[in-house]
């Protein structure tokens, strides 16, 4: 019998789906920077990470970016993973 594989699949709050995989790494959150950076131009970070206190993390950092980068504004979101196998 074939050994199923793992994928790991995030539900944004505007209804992205994002999924990873196959893989067999812990991680439990999915994180997204949606940077706006003027003239109606957008740019879209993303990452996993293996805790939420791991994502969270990143919200400093992007604050840095933005403030670096010149961004009108962004949005950061952490979904968390949910485990299938397929």
């Given at each position: 019998m074939a050994k199923k594989k793992r994928y790991l699949t995030a539900t944004m709050a505007d209804g992205y789906v994002k999924t990873i995989g196959p893989t067999a790494a812990p991680f439990t959150h999915y994180w997204r920077i949606v940077a706006?950076?003027?003239?109606?131009?957008?740019?879209?970070?993303?990452?996993?990470?293996?805790?939420?206190?791991?994502?969270?993390?990143?919200?400093?950092?992007?604050?840095?970016?933005?403030?670096?980068?010149?961004?009108?504004?962004y949005e950061f979101e952490i979904a968390e993973l949910v485990e299938t196998f397929g």
């Open positions: 706006h950076l003027g003239a109606g131009r957008t740019e879209v970070f993303w990452g996993h990470a293996r805790s939420l206190k791991e994502a969270s993390s990143k919200q400093a950092a992007t604050r840095e970016a933005a403030r670096q980068r010149g961004w009108e504004h």
